[in-house]
């Protein structure tokens, strides 16, 4: 049976919310499995009919390493790995069949627009899941959080509940290859 793989990384935990409330919104047209990045497997199955991949922005981008011990000296995050994350992932995973259907999220302040903007977390992980052989679903889908550590804004969580949904109509309508 053709099922969905959400991957995440979650500095905070909002992440984490969002890649579940997707889950739970496909959960109508297909299965799902929800998984870290760092325990993400490093080959996706063909049974894999959807991979769903996101994470927080930081410093504008992906998290990366330095970024990542940021959050842990700054904010006192719990991260047991900072070398190891959804960038990381992506660039060492491995599609056993090209074109599968992909989309991206992340998690976003909410504050400034024009910074707001500024934020390229989701466009990186589209570009990453290209090179991966991977063919995007949907547009990438920004969630926001109200502070440094949270918690998603207002009404973020069902929204992700929504987005999920429509992936999954959008795969099981055949509007999408896979």
């Known amino acids: 049976m053709t099922r969905a ?7 905070f935990g909002d992440a984490r ?27 996706i199955d ?3 009919g959807l991979l769903v991949v996101g994470g927080p922005n930081h410093a504008f981008g992906m998290p990366r390493p330095t970024t990542r011990q940021s959050a842990v ?8 790995d900072t070398h ?3 960038h990381e992932w992506l660039g060492s995973a491995r599609l056993t069949q090209r074109g599968t259907p992909a989309a991206a999220f992340d998690t976003r302040g909410s504050g400034h627009p024009v910074l707001t903007r500024m934020d390229h977390a989701a466009k990186t992980e589209e570009k990453l899941l290209g090179k991966l052989g991977a063919t995007i679903a949907a547009p990438a889908e920004h969630f ?6 949270g ?3 207002e009404g973020e969580e069902e929204r992700a509940r929504y987005w999920g949904r429509v992936l999954g109509e959008l795969l099981t309508t055949g ?4």
């Open 5 to 11: 793989l959400i991957v995440y990384e979650s500095i």
């Open 84 to 86: 190891t994350g959804l």
């Open 175 to 178: 509007a999408v290859p896979g």
């Open 151 to 153: 918690p998603l804004a």
């Open 73 to 80: 000296d700054q904010n006192d995050a719990h991260i047991t």
């Open 46 to 48: 063909p049974d894999v």
């Open 17 to 43: 919310v969002i890649a579940h409330a997707i889950a739970d919104g496909l959960a109508d047209a297909m299965p799902a499995d929800v998984v870290a990045a760092a325990d993400a497997p490093a080959e």
């Open 144 to 149: 926001f959080v109200t502070g440094t550590e």
